[in-house]
């Protein structure tokens, strides 16, 4: 499929089943080696998912609604062991998978272990000191902290509403789809609030974060990611990262991996950085990045937000007392963690209703995280 014809059939209602799993034909590609020393997940007893779950005042029926949001996969981890795993007819262990937003937390991660490294000295600096093109005279992110973009309270204007052909995320889109440099886009982008007031999710934030880690590490996303978190965690299969013309990669949802090694960040950060006795990235970072730590990134009707759920370093945070965290990405791409219960839940999607309203009824996130509620009590 063509990449334009590919991007406009998104959030209409068309299936994406064929298109999420074939990203490599449709885009160019930067991609991560497999691990030279493969790392799989023990599997342990099986487990049987619970038939149903409360959402809104009503029990739903779970296999109605995995089936309804076209699950490609369903991965269960309890104690880093596999309790449940199953796949779709048209999809499979083996089968590459479109991140969306989840590829935000990898990218998160990455700016934790260039933090670690010295390569950024802190996230209290302005993105302008490694940017300087961010800089420019009107641009929302001059002199904006690092720490507000990984907390997507940068300021800047933006509509990330998949329903509105008009909106920014649909103009990113459009650029992605001509192959032009995503760089040359965040510069665009005007103030509309004071950084590190309100939580507004915006892709560009991430793309922003994209363009901080090769500045500061002088390499490319994938190449600094395959050396320090690909590679130590064993990741089983390549890594992909759509990229544009000149090569910049698609940070903000362009990973492409299989369910188990999406899995290994969620084990990774419910584990607070460590791997097989070896501090990938520090408990520090792992801590801060999943705790909301100002008023208008607290989960709830807080009215400094734009969602319900709380947010930390590109990591979601919905309400409850069981700190769990999750990586969210558009069509129902989930990478879920309940360190309370010791469970990692990924699921990975192509809901063929996301985005045709701006709302929950579209999106069902919140019923996802209601349902992976009900799973982690049983695991």
């Not at 999607?349 to 049983?378: C, H």
């Amino acid at each position: 499929m063509e990449r334009i014809d590919y991007l406009q059939s998104l959030f209409s209602g068309a299936s994406q089943t064929d298109n999420f799993k074939n990203q490599r034909d449709i885009f160019p590609m930067a991609e991560m080696t497999a691990s030279p020393t493969p790392r799989p997940f023990p599997v342990t007893d099986a487990m049987t998912l619970p038939e149903s779950y409360m959402f809104a005042g009503t029990r739903r029926d779970t296999e109605a609604f995995l089936a309804e949001t076209e699950t490609m996969a369903l991965l269960v981890l309890k104690d880093g062991k596999i309790r449940f795993e199953r796949y779709a007819p048209w999809g499979g262990a083996d089968t590459h998978w479109i991140s969306m937003s989840v590829g935000k937390s990898f990218v998160s991660a990455a700016i934790g272990i260039a933090v670690d490294e010295g390569l950024i000295k802190s996230i209290e600096q302005p993105v302008t000191d490694y940017v300087p093109a961010l800089g420019v005279e009107g641009s929302a992110y001059a002199g904006v902290r690092i720490k507000d973009i990984l907390q997507m309270s940068s300021g800047a204007g933006w509509n990330e509403d998949y329903s509105d052909p008009e909106s920014d995320i649909m103009r990113l889109a459009s650029a992605l789809g001509t192959g032009s440099a995503l760089n040359a886009f965040p510069p665009t982008l005007t103030r509309a609030r004071a950084p590190g007031s309100y939580n507004l999710y915006n892709s560009t934030d991430t793309q922003v974060l994209g363009m901080l880690l090769v500045a500061a590490t002088g390499r490319t996303i994938a190449d600094y990611m395959q050396e320090k978190l690909w590679h130590p965690l064993g990741m089983e299969n390549v890594g992909l990262w759509i990229v544009d013309g000149e090569g910049m990669e698609m940070a903000f949802g362009g990973l492409n991996a299989t369910a188990r090694d999406y899995a290994k960040i969620g084990e990774l950060f419910r584990l607070g950085g460590q791997w097989d006795g070896k501090q990938i990235v520090s408990s520090d970072w792992v801590k801060a990045s999943v705790t909301p730590d100002a008023p208008h990134l607290m989960p709830g009707d807080t009215g400094l937000s734009d969602s319900l759920f709380g947010y930390g370093y590109q990591w979601w945070v919905p309400e409850g007392d069981e700190g769990e965290f999750s990586a969210i990405g558009v069509y129902n791409q989930f990478v879920y963690v309940n360190p309370a219960k010791g469970v990692v839940i990924v699921k990975l999607s192509a809901n063929p209703r996301y985005g045709e309203t701006n709302d929950e009824s579209s999106y069902r996130e919140f019923e996802t995280m209601e349902l992976f509620r009900a799973i982690a009590e049983v695991a």
